[in-house]
């Protein structure tokens, strides 16, 4: 079960960020719990100003723009390559 | 190159004359287009696969504990370099304060980072020039040094929202980072695609703008209003009207190019440019969560003298 936080003030971004998540793991059966972090003090005790940002397990694994897919998956298959289509 | 793509479609596919407003109108819209785009895929892509463009939290660590005019240089420079949308200010203003940053250079910063950029520049040099692009840069980051450093003056602090002061950043925890030339390319691609996501309505508009002014705008008419270097009403005009409109830095520049191609002065064209990409409502609207009206309003009027006077002085200096 991995731990999963989507930190960001509400806007457009973070709610697509938030819903790429929930997309690309159920897609995959990956199990997370996935919570959005809406606080900016608790989003800034996380160490960052760009957002939105993803947490991982307490790790950041994004911060600043909507990431992609690939990048998605390869928060939870740590040795999974994200230029690679086949390896994951 | 461009230029043949944009002969071709317009004048031979479509029929129409380079004499006739629409034409010239389209022609301007496919060749900007078609070279902005070019450019802008290209050099995010570049940066991105270098890994150069900084993120607002690597330049907090650099600029914090600095010597003032240290802080100031650093952060306007590297303010050029940082692309963050605007919906990021409230946190980066927060991380700022909360460093121990002197409110003045993170208003520098603040200046700097919306109205000059890597992609600007390069447009700029291919554009119009590598004169006008050197002055426009420059004029940029003299703006961005004076104007946070005269804010400080005003002791800006009493306007910060208190809530901000008590807010305490943690240590942030990067996970690794793949820095494999596979893990590059797929970084870069996404930084392509989320800055070009951000902004090509804003290019598109600037283009489009700068083409209905290229095309249907009479030189004579834009000579008589516009044109005149001892025209001083037309520097603050431009300046005032670029409070209202917003742009990119990058979706300012075809509309530039359009104004300085009939003949607009170069100082009441930068004005212009500097105005719609550093002063907007949406953005002061956003700043107000962390400072109050006091400070915004000082903040606009510091930025609009500069303007004026940086329009004043080129239009004097292009005179000679």
Redesign the interface.
């Known amino acids: 079960m991995f731990d999963v936080k989507v930190l960001g ?1 509400g ?1 457009r ?1 973070c709610e697509t960020t938030h819903k790429m998540i929930e997309e690309v793991c159920s897609e995959n059966a990956i199990p997370i719990t996935l919570d959005k972090v809406e606080d ?2 608790q ?9 939105p940002g993803v947490v ?1 397990d ?4 994004h ?6 897919k ?2 998605v998956l ?2 939870f298959q740590a040795k999974c ?4 289509d086949n390896c994951c | 190159m461009f230029e043949l793509l944009a002969n071709t479609l317009v004048f031979t596919w479509m029929g129409l004359t380079p004499d006739s407003q629409a034409g010239a109108a389209l022609h301007f819209f496919v060749m900007d287009s078609a070279k902005i785009f070019f450019l802008l895929i290209i050099i995010i892509y570049v940066m991105g696969l270098l890994r150069a463009l900084l ?3 690597k330049v ?1 660590d650099y600029v914090r504990g600095k010597p003032v005019w240290l802080a100031r240089s650093s952060a306007i420079t590297l303010g050029a370099v940082t692309p ?2 605007s ?2 200010s ?3 203003f ?2 700022f304060v ?1 460093a121990g940053i002197p409110l003045g250079v993170t208003f520098s910063f603040l200046i700097a980072s919306p109205m000059i950029n890597e992609v600007a520049a390069v447009l700029l040099v291919s554009l119009l020039g590598w004169k006008i692009a050197a002055l426009y840069v420059f004029a940029g980051l003299l703006v961005a040094y004076v104007g946070g450093a005269l804010m400080e003056r005003f002791k800006p602090e009493r306007w910060v929202e208190s ?1 901000v002061w ?10 690794e980072e ?1 820095t ?4 590059r ?2 970084f870069a691609l ?2 392509v ?3 070009v ?1 951000r902004i090509w309505k804003w290019v598109f508009l600037g283009i489009g703008v700068g083409a209905l002014f290229h095309g249907y705008v009479p030189e004579a008419w834009v000579v008589e209003h516009l044109g005149g270097k001892d025209n001083w009403l037309a520097v603050p005009a431009a300046v005032l009207l670029g409070i209202p409109l917003y742009s990119n830095a990058t979706g300012v520049i075809p509309v530039a190019e359009a104004m300085l191609g009939k003949g607009v002065a170069l100082g009441t064209t930068l004005a212009l440019m500097m105005s719609i990409a550093a002063l907007s409502l949406p953005e002061m609207l956003i700043l107000r969560k962390v400072i109050r009206w006091p400070a915004l309003a000082l903040y606009a009027s510091i930025l609009a003298v500069a303007f004026m006077l940086v329009g004043w002085s080129f239009n004097i200096l292009e005179a000679f």
């Open positions: 003030s806007c971004n900016m003090a989003i800034m005790s996380y160490g960052i100003m760009s957002t991982v307490g790790k950041i694994a911060a600043g723009g909507v990431p992609d690939k990048t390869s928060w390559c994200p230029g690679n | 993120s607002p939290e907090r963050f949308c919906c990021s409230v946190p980066l927060i991380g909360e809530y008590k807010i305490q950043m943690g240590e942030a925890q990067w996970s793949d494999s030339l596979a893990g390319h797929h996404n930084e695609k989320n800055i996501g």
